[in-house]
């Protein structure tokens, strides 16, 4: 039997060590692990905006789409429950690689492939969720949104993996405490929208400009944990959190730019 020194690898590729292939923290790793940490994540993430575009091109392309978004709206609601469920099972379920042969695995654990296959369900239901939503705007409103929430993420991704924009754990720690007060006060705002009716439009604009910000800092801080805080073979969950924000961003320029296109 070959010893593993003895496997050939692909050229420029170095075998990992059994220790690193889960568990591990990404900035503890070589350069050439966390480059491919960072392409399997950016990879995922890519697929799911492509998904999530599709959805959104059809629901202008395709009349008939529409129509089965508005003659279903049971499904409609069933995938914003299964998105929110699947969304905190990715996030919160143990890797079953974290477990040895001998231990019981709860049944809640997923798979790498589990994960994968879950993540693509979520991502499924949200951009059909993000269909519906998007349906009644105008294309135009739409259009400057998804534009300006690519050159947002671009700009803040560059910003992100840049020396100079460093942030201390501490500094993020505080960020994240001001973020989720932000996000508690969207919350309730929509909360507050659906029981009592329709907010103004003003009051619509300066939700979807408190919304930019928080979910553009979001963005900022969890590109920075990429490899600060996450584990090897945590990719999925990495993808998901980028999802997310860049998801939000978009909903949250849409509300600005629908105001610019009504005036």
Request: hydrophobic share 50%.
């Amino acid at each position: 039997m070959n010893k593993p020194t003895d496997i050939p690898y692909p050229q420029g590729e170095l075998p990992l060590p059994d220790d690193f292939k889960f568990g591990t923290v990404v900035v503890s790793c070589d350069p050439q692990v966390r480059q491919r940490f960072m392409a399997k994540v950016y990879s995922i993430l890519s697929t799911q905006l492509l998904l999530s575009l599709g959805f959104i091109g059809a629901v202008y392309r395709f009349p008939t789409f529409q129509e089965f978004l508005i003659t279903h709206v049971g499904l409609w609601v069933f995938a914003m429950v299964f998105t929110l469920v699947s969304c905190i099972w990715v996030s919160l379920a143990p890797s079953k690689e974290d477990y040895d042969e001998n231990d019981q695995v709860p049944w809640y654990a997923l798979s790498t492939k589990g994960q994968r296959g879950l993540l693509f369900a979520f991502t499924l239901c949200e951009s059909y969720c993000l269909a519906g939503a998007v349906m009644f705007e105008a294309q135009d409103a739409v259009a400057s949104a998804l534009l300006v929430t690519t050159i947002v993420v671009f700009g803040i991704s560059l910003m992100a993996f840049s020396g100079r924009f460093q942030m201390s754990e501490g500094t993020m720690g505080s960020l994240y405490g001001w973020l989720g007060m932000g996000l508690w006060i969207l919350i309730g705002i929509c909360v507050t929208t659906l029981l009592f009716g329709g907010m103004g439009s003003n009051m619509n604009v300066l939700t979807g400009w408190l919304g930019a910000i928080v979910f553009s800092v979001y963005l900022f801080v969890d590109t920075q944990l990429i490899f600060r805080k996450v584990r090897l073979g945590e990719e999925v969950k990495c993808a998901m959190m980028l999802y997310l924000d860049i998801v939000n961003l978009f909903l949250s320029l849409l509300r600005i730019m629908s105001r610019g296109n009504d005036d």
